[in-house]
């Protein structure tokens, strides 16, 4: 059974700064890996999505990476400012569209 | 805009009754989904639809039930056989592609409570 595991739980960092976020998961027979950004009672919303065939995806600061032979993931975030305070969350697509999710990183970035 | 609907934003369930959470999307979709959110967790699939009239059971599915009458519309019915029904629920809508490469979209939930 899949299972994706986010490391850290939660992280503050002051504004400026470059952060990593990881993602493991248990079983590298994924179709993609995606990465979500949530805020304080909403949805999701979708910021990268790595096919498996592929090794990296950027957007804008964001750079987001997959190594399916070790099973991980790492989100980097570039000269990070408030508005990138959220809980961000990797899930793994297992087969036809089912994704299986972390539990989440809960980021501050302190102004 | 193009975008998904939850409603009602929050919700109240008495002991024993069957309350019915609404999920509207006008992407032209295939594809949609429950999920429930539950506080330091991450989201856990409930029912899913790649087409209409057809849905499958996700990891959570009991004490649940689904409908995919239209394209656009996947309501679900939280019923007196989910013995803890407290939780952030969300619905979510993708394209159905051959190489899997189209993100969830998602709606901004539903929180339902136990009165």
């Known amino acids: 059974k899949q299972e994706v595991t986010q490391i850290p739980a939660a992280l503050s960092v002051p504004e400026g700064e470059n952060l990593v976020l990881n993602c493991s998961f248990t079983d590298s027979a994924i179709y993609n890996l995606q990465w979500f950004r949530q805020d304080p009672g909403k949805g999701l919303t979708s910021l990268l999505l790595?096919?498996?065939?592929?090794r990296e995806q950027t957007s804008g600061r964001l750079n987001a990476s997959l190594d399916k032979s070790s099973g991980r993931s790492t989100l980097y975030i570039a000269a990070s400012q408030p508005g990138d305070s959220a809980t961000y969350l990797c899930?793994?697509?297992?087969?036809?569209?089912?994704?299986?999710f972390g539990a989440g990183t809960i980021l501050r970035v302190k102004s | 805009d193009g975008g998904i609907t939850q409603s009602p934003k929050y919700l109240f369930r008495k002991e024993g009754q069957n309350v019915t959470l609404s999920c509207e999307q006008n992407?032209?979709?295939?594809?949609m989904y429950w999920y429930r959110q539950d506080p330091g967790q991450g989201l856990r699939l409930i029912y899913y639809s790649q087409i209409v009239n057809d849905f499958q059971k996700g990891d959570i599915a009991e004490g649940y039930s689904v409908s995919r009458e239209k394209k656009e519309s996947f309501p679900l019915t939280v019923t007196s056989a989910q013995k803890n029904p407290t939780a952030f629920y969300l619905c979510?809508?993708?394209?159905?592609?051959?190489?899997?490469?189209?993100?969830?979209?998602f709606g901004d939930g539903t929180r339902l409570s136990i009165l």
């Open positions: 899930a793994a697509m297992e087969y036809v569209n089912k994704l299986v």
């Open positions: 992407l032209n979709h295939d594809a």
């Open positions: 979510a809508s993708s394209g159905r592609t051959a190489h899997n490469n189209q993100p969830q979209h």
């Open positions: 790595i096919q498996s065939s592929q």
